[in-house]
């Protein structure tokens, strides 16, 4: 079985940029594995901020920002906020199969 | 405003079944691919199951796989994981969601 794999944790200043990655150890990430990424804060359900490697929701902050990069996804947070705070989960898809990574917990600091 | 609402957790044994439900509001469950996803205390996420809009086709987690069975009744908007030969380590909150919604949770406990 794949295994998605995650920074697990990443430290960013108020107001910086911090990047975080989505591998797989099958091999590249694309835009086939239809990447989606999600945003749990403490005793809340994950909300999700992006689907589809690139796509936003209607409530995604502006902030936040998915790509592909380097056979990896990649959630970007610029300009980051004290509310941004949280772990932030990758989930991917093959066929009749979805994998989460591990998470990453990111320090606004 | 889309909700998904889960119900029917709670402390059960090893060895004993449980079945949750979840019940969509705003959103209609037949157009979607619809999933179970958990959450261990303490731990990360876990994807479950899920199940295509019409119900005809299931995918499982190894973890769960001849275990759980997803099932939907469209007729009520509704999303249904039944789950046998609890574990110990079903122990975990419940999530169903469409991916980009998800209901708030139905905790399972499994101890004796």
């Known amino acids: 079985q794949a295994v998605v794999t995650q920074e697990p944790s990443l430290t960013v200043s108020p107001g910086g940029t911090v990047t975080l990655t989505c591998g797989s150890n099958t091999g590249a990430v694309t835009a086939g594995h239809y990447p989606y990424w999600f945003q749990q804060k403490p005793g809340q359900a994950p909300t999700s901020l992006i689907y589809d490697a690139t796509s936003k929701h209607s409530w995604t902050p502006a902030r936040f920002s998915g790509s592909l990069l380097g056979g990896k996804a990649a959630l970007t947070l610029s300009g980051a906020q004290p509310e941004d705070e949280a772990d932030y989960y990758c989930?991917?898809?093959?066929?009749?199969?979805?994998?989460f990574g591990a998470g990453t917990k990111v320090t606004v600091l | 405003e889309v909700q998904l609402v889960e119900s029917g957790g709670g402390l059960v044994q090893p060895g004993g079944s449980l079945r949750l439900s979840c019940g969509a509001f705003?959103?209609?469950?037949?157009?979607?691919?619809m999933n179970w996803f958990r959450q261990a205390p303490g731990k990360g996420l876990e994807w479950v199951g899920n199940t295509s809009p019409d119900g005809s086709q299931r995918y499982y987690a190894d973890s769960v796989k001849g275990r759980f069975t997803i099932s939907r009744d469209n007729a009520k908007n509704s999303l249904l994981l039944q789950m046998n030969s609890l574990r110990a380590e079903d122990t975990a909150i419940y999530y169903c969601g469409q991916v980009a919604y998800w209901g708030q949770g139905a905790r399972v406990t499994v101890s004796s």
């Open positions: 989930l991917l898809t093959w066929p009749g199969v979805r994998i």
């Open positions: 705003g959103l209609t469950l037949s157009d979607h691919w």
